[in-house]
């Protein structure tokens, strides 16, 4: 019963391969995200996507892709792995929700990460 | 732009004592969302409080309490009673309001970790 799930746990890949993690929330939210955080600890989002549609999308290479199957999943996929992806990667997932035309957003919820290292 | 900063890298307490833990922000904008994350050795984020910008009121959870300055863009979080499981890195983070083309900006601080003596 496990609220944000990811998979994997631990990916470790040589430079150049192309690999993905998947996403998974049971909670019904409506907005997912994903976020990497560096050896310093220094956590940044990536994209976010509402109801299946990117909302956030910072600079990061076009290497990385998010695919939204549906509104519970939040795959990232990355192509032509390189050292400097090496980092931790975490899942998150929201509620927003609209009041009196205002969008108002409720806790995140996160992951348990996905450390991805590459040789 | 929007950033968050958080300026003590590292502070301990001892057990049962007080700490506070700063954080500040800065933004032209009025109505945003701020919180405080927990992040324990087990990697898992954890959220600890959030505030809305629109209530003076200051968020309390437990042991946890804020104090929120909108004029100052301050967000201190002040654990009371410091317990061992406290012991973790703690983020503060700011959440944009919507834009016209329906998008947000959620932006970290850069943690502070905290170490509980026993």
């Known amino acids: 019963d496990t609220a944000v799930s990811q998979t994997p746990k631990y990916l470790v890949t040589q430079m150049g391969n192309d690999k993905s993690i998947k996403c998974e929330q049971n909670?019904?939210?409506?907005?997912m995200y994903w976020y990497k955080q560096d050896s310093k600890k220094f956590l940044k989002i990536m994209f976010s996507y509402n109801n299946k549609e990117l909302i956030i999308n910072e600079t990061v290479p076009n290497r990385f892709s998010p695919k939204s199957p549906d509104k519970a999943h939040l795959n990232l996929h990355i192509n032509s792995l390189e050292l400097g992806d090496s980092a931790v990667y975490f899942c998150?997932?929201?509620?927003?929700?609209?009041?009196?035309?205002?969008?108002?957003?409720?806790?995140?919820?996160f992951g348990p990460g996905t450390r991805l290292t590459v040789l | 732009a929007q950033t968050v900063t958080q300026s003590q890298p590292e502070m301990s307490v001892q057990e049962a004592e007080t700490v506070t833990l700063s954080c500040t922000y800065d933004t032209s904008e009025s109505d945003y969302y701020l919180f405080w994350y927990k992040q324990p050795p087990s990697r898992q984020m954890i959220l600890v409080i959030r505030?809305?910008?629109?209530?003076?009121q200051n968020a309390t959870e437990n042991r946890f309490s804020v104090n929120f300055q909108k004029a100052a863009k301050s967000f201190s979080l002040k654990i009371s009673d410091s317990q061992l499981g406290d012991a973790a890195m703690y983020f503060c983070?700011?959440?944009?309001?919507?834009?016209?083309?329906?998008?947000?900006?959620?932006?970290f601080g850069t943690g502070t970790r905290l170490k509980v003596l026993a």
């Open positions: 909670l019904g939210h409506d907005t």
């Open positions: 983070a700011y959440r944009s309001g919507v834009t016209t083309s329906g998008t947000y900006k959620y932006i």
């Open positions: 505030q809305e910008a629109y209530k003076q």
């Open positions: 998150a997932s929201s509620q927003d929700f609209r009041l009196a035309g205002a969008l108002y957003t409720d806790t995140q919820y």
